[in-house]
């Protein structure tokens, strides 16, 4: 008999809860939008996805991550990412990046913030963040990470009178789109997951500020884009979705849109009660056969009894 299986059956007949798998939804913080001066700033990237759901999509359109076997009576740490703070100034700064959500070996990385400064490349991140532009310069997409979320779009210089437009952030389902003059990319897609009972989509990028006519749509918790050369609050992403924030110019009250914070959602069996640390806020329901405990907020320990 193999030493797992004795120690199953011991688990059993002492009557303590045996190991368990555990299916998780990870996504990491969404990173800011950025702002810049007399132009157009790009989107924010969504943060990183990573889950383990059978028969669904993890970060990037790749296949879902393996389970985690779960020990009764173990410590496991938590950590919800914070979106990235909106910018707001005179001048010209990128968006920040978004914060990393972690749960026990899971890390989803925090999304890349849009690009404003000279050369106003979009930052890398569990997805990248838009470039934005000026009128004789533009910037590039910040690079997704491996398997959690993909590019931001690049920002496009105006010509012919025709006003700059920033790149979209990129989203966990798809890559940002590159700004085009007078319109703002949109941000790139999220992914659509099932693991509450309800099919939600989270992790969209940020749309990018535009030129003289729309800025960048979004999808997904993300923020769209404002229109440039106009003092307003861009759109932030949607919290505990990991959406981007929306790029924005500058004027004496403007601001970019903030990113959404992340979230930690768990899947494991009904005979198991989870314990929530101090520090952490969380609620639990019952779906089927399934206990599902979404974790919004905060940094602590979790176990199961």
């Known amino acids: ?29 969404g990173g800011a939008g950025g702002i810049i001066a007399r132009a157009a700033g790009g989107g924010g990237g969504a943060g990183g996805y990573r889950s383990s759901v059978v028969g669904e999509s993890s970060g990037a359109n790749s296949s879902a991550e393996s389970k985690i076997t779960i020990t009764p009576g173990d410590f496991y740490t938590c950590t919800i990412g914070a979106g990235a703070f909106a910018v707001r100034n005179n001048g010209s700064e990128n968006g920040e990046n978004g914060s990393n959500s972690v749960f026990a070996t899971i890390t989803s990385t925090g999304g890349g913030g849009g690009g404003a400064t000279i050369p ?43 006003a700059s437009s920033g790149g979209g952030g990129g989203g966990a389902g798809g890559s940002g789109n590159t700004g085009s003059v007078n319109n703002g990319g949109s941000g790139g897609a999220g992914i659509s997951s099932s693991i509450t009972g309800s099919s939600i989509a989270r992790a969209g990028g940020g749309g990018g500020a535009g030129g003289e006519t729309s800025g960048g749509s979004a999808s997904a918790g993300g923020g769209a884009g404002t229109v440039t050369r106009a003092d307003s609050y861009g759109n932030s992403g949607t919290v505990n979705t990991g959406g981007g924030g929306g790029g924005n110019s500058n004027g004496t009250t403007a601001e970019a849109g903030s990113g959404g914070s992340g979230v930690v959602i768990l899947k494991y069996t009904v005979d198991a009660a989870i ?17 599902i405990t979404t974790i919004t907020a905060g940094t602590g320990n979790v176990s199961w009894e």
Do not use: C, H, K, W
Not at 12 to 17: D, E, H, Y
Not at 284 to 290: E, H, K, P
């Open 275 to 291: 314990i929530i640390g101090a520090g952490l806020t969380a609620s639990t329901s019952v779906v089927g056969d399934f206990n």
């Open 120 to 162: 106003q490349d979009g930052a890398s991140g569990g997805s990248g963040g838009g470039g934005g532009s000026l009128s004789y310069s533009n910037g590039t997409g910040g690079a997704g990470t491996s398997l959690q979320g993909l590019g931001g779009g690049a920002g496009t210089q105006g010509y012919n009178n025709g």
């Open 1 to 29: 008999m193999s030493l797992m299986l004795l120690g199953v059956l011991n688990a059993q007949v002492s009557g303590g809860l045996a190991p368990f798998d555990l299916e998780y939804l990870v996504i990491g913080g």
